[in-house]
């Protein structure tokens, strides 16, 4: 319990400790940690803002209303930090720490494009070309142009999720994939196959950019995750010495849960053994000196 505690502990107090290793272990506790509390108030957070939608009201702006926000930037710096950390751990360079920002950023751009494609659709009675990837910097550029327009469209968005559910994102995917937006989502939400009556380059073009944004979050996390997941190398390195080696073979000075004790049975002799062992030396030793020193010869 002291040895798993002292992975918070060091969490905390080498916030700014971007050398050194750390080992899967000390890595997964803190994270795995971390995000499931992130995830579960965003989730929260994001319930809130839905309803704010729903009554026709522009929600906070303020960043640190938000939970979420808060949490994720308290410990930004000591989670770069630990990562940097767990990479030296694994031999590798703490450039890689750029995966994670990768993914996060990505997802951003992704959220974004469904989001230009939502206002842009006949979920908000547009129906204007809901298919142009333009669409990734719609909302940012509506948002800041046109605020108005932007939390119109956001309130009309909201309440489409809040009637229609699920159907509402196939709707909208079958709308984004069609040539010329003829999905209705509003009147026909489960008719995905009418989205795709497009010309097959078009269609091709909007899955290519499609798959693009869907894969870059998901591939980098995916490898972010594996290079963080697999084991510490066993040898020191430019970052420190091996953890795991230490912590495995190291012996202890207090003689207690020491794994290595138990071999010292086969090594054990009794006083008899030990006294016999000491004359054979001594005679071995006279033997010696009367041969080689005074050339006595036995």
Not at 220 to 230: D, E, R, V
Not at 252 to 270: I, S, V
Request: glycine content about 8%.
């Amino acid at each position: 319990m002291r040895e798993f505690l002292s992975i918070f502990e060091n969490f905390a107090f080498k916030a700014f400790n971007f050398g050194g290793r750390a080992t899967p272990g000390e890595y997964w506790a803190v994270i795995a940690l971390i995000w499931a509390i992130i995830c579960y108030v965003l989730m929260g957070d994001i319930a809130e803002v839905h309803r704010f939608l729903l009554a026709r009201e522009i929600p906070p702006m303020n960043p640190l209303y938000y939970d979420s926000i808060v949490i994720f930037m308290l410990t930004l710096i000591p989670r770069l930090s630990l990562n940097m950390r767990r990479l030296h751990d694994r031999n590798r360079s703490g450039f890689w720490v750029i995966l994670p920002a990768i993914a996060i950023m990505s997802t951003i751009v992704l959220f974004s494009g469904l989001a230009g494609g939502m206002m842009n659709s006949s979920l908000t009675g547009v129906a204007n070309q809901p298919n142009d990837p333009a669409n990734i910097i719609y909302p940012v550029v509506l948002f800041f142009g046109a605020p108005q327009t932007f939390w119109e469209e956001m309130f009309a968005i909201s309440l489409a999720f809040e009637a229609a559910g699920t159907d509402t994102v196939w709707g909208l995917l079958a709308e984004i994939m069609a040539h010329n937006g003829a999905v209705d989502i509003r009147r026909n939400a489960s008719n995905v196959s009418t989205g795709l009556e497009g010309e097959s380059g078009h269609t091709v073009g909007v899955l290519f950019i499609s798959f693009a944004l869907v894969a870059t979050p998901i591939v980098t996390g995916l490898l972010h995750s594996l290079m963080n997941a697999l084991p510490s190398v066993p040898f020191d390195n430019i970052y420190g010495p091996a953890k795991i080696a230490e912590l495995q073979w190291k012996k202890k000075t207090d003689g207690k849960h020491n794994p290595m004790a138990g071999y010292a049975c086969l090594f054990e002799e009794t006083d008899e053994e030990k006294a016999a062992k000491r004359e054979k030396g001594a005679a071995e030793v006279k033997a010696l000196y009367r041969s080689r020193v005074l050339g006595l010869q036995e």
